[in-house]
Nanobody, 120 residues
Framework: QVQLVESGGGLVQSGGSLRLSCAAS????????MGWYRQAPGKQRELVAI???????KYADSVKGRFTISRDNGKNTIYLQMNSLKPEDTAVYLC??????????????WGQGTQVTVSS
């Protein structure tokens, strides 16, 4: 019901920056929470940053102060600005949407992911 398409990943040197985008197929105003997760080889998927419909944000301790999540309601898109990147940030970054239906049940949607590689 909700399609998410990520873009903006790539290869960057340590200390560099990237900006990820996630475009949703529905109005993001109708989505309770959107966020970014990442998964590296041999590691569990972890939360990176989330933003609620009200604009409240939350970050993993490992990225706080370096990453910023934001949204553009007009474009139905959220972003993840990543600065001061470290090799440890290397992972597939996935966009997530948490949405409640008319009955109040919550549904979880995922994008395909975009690869971020940070070299030393």
């Amino acid at each position: 019901q909700v399609q998410l398409v990520e873009s903006g990943g790539g290869l960057v040197q340590s200390g560099g920056s990237l900006r990820l985008s996630c475009a949703a197929s529905v109005s993001i105003s109708s989505i309770n929470t959107m966020g970014w997760y990442r998964q590296a080889p041999g590691k569990q998927r972890e939360l990176v940053a989330i933003i609620s419909s009200g604009g409240t944000t939350k970050y993993a301790d490992s990225v706080k102060g370096r990453f910023t999540i934001s949204r553009d309601n007009g474009k139905n898109t959220i972003y993840l600005q990543m600065n001061s990147l470290k090799p440890e940030d290397t992972a597939v970054y996935l966009c997530n949407a948490d949405r409640s239906d008319r009955q109040g049940f919550r549904h979880d949607y995922w994008g395909q992911g975009t690869q971020v590689t940070v070299s030393s």
